[in-house]
């Protein structure tokens, strides 16, 4: 029935709210081997990002919790070994076009789509880009020998 979707409002894509990162200060790499979709690796830490979720995340039940958590953990034993400063934070990103209130549920960050990009970059920086860089090319090298 095109008059039914057509009254729906259009899904934000997490990942283009990725792509709004400063380049410079940011890299984003594949999560897979950690159990995430995306790395972030910044100048304002290392975060797991993880979609999940077509709705809006109610109550204390909420999918992925226990992914991203787990993701987390695996990222900062990684960027412990590679020497990076700054905390390792978890992201769960439902994908939806609704707004909510961004909030903390048992260690993991939940936020909506729109405002992704700004949770991750209005943190405070605590390494300089092109430590990043460096960084972020040994984090790839450290999860290419884990496979």
């Known amino acids: 029935m095109p008059g039914r979707d057509a009254a729906r409002p259009p899904t934000v894509l997490p990942e283009r709210e990725l792509r709004k990162l400063d380049r410079w200060s940011f890299r984003v790499l594949p999560g897979e081997e950690l159990g995430c979709d995306h790395i972030v690796l910044g100048t304002t ?9 077509d709705s809006v995340p109610q109550g204390f039940l909420i999918p992925g919790i226990h992914r991203a958590r787990r993701a987390a953990r695996r990222l900062r034993a990684h960027v412990s070994a590679i020497g990076v400063e700054g905390g390792t934070v978890a992201l769960l990103c439902p994908r939806t076009s609704a707004v909510i209130a961004p909030r903390t549920m048992r260690g993991v960050r939940v936020v909506p789509p729109v405002l992704l990009a700004k949770e991750i970059s209005e943190r405070n920086r ?8 460096r960084a972020a090319e040994s984090l790839t090298r450290s999860l290419a020998q884990s496979r």
């Open 126 to 133: 605590s390494s300089l880009p092109h430590q990043i860089q």
């Open 45 to 53: 830490g290392a975060f797991a990002v993880l979609f999940r979720g």
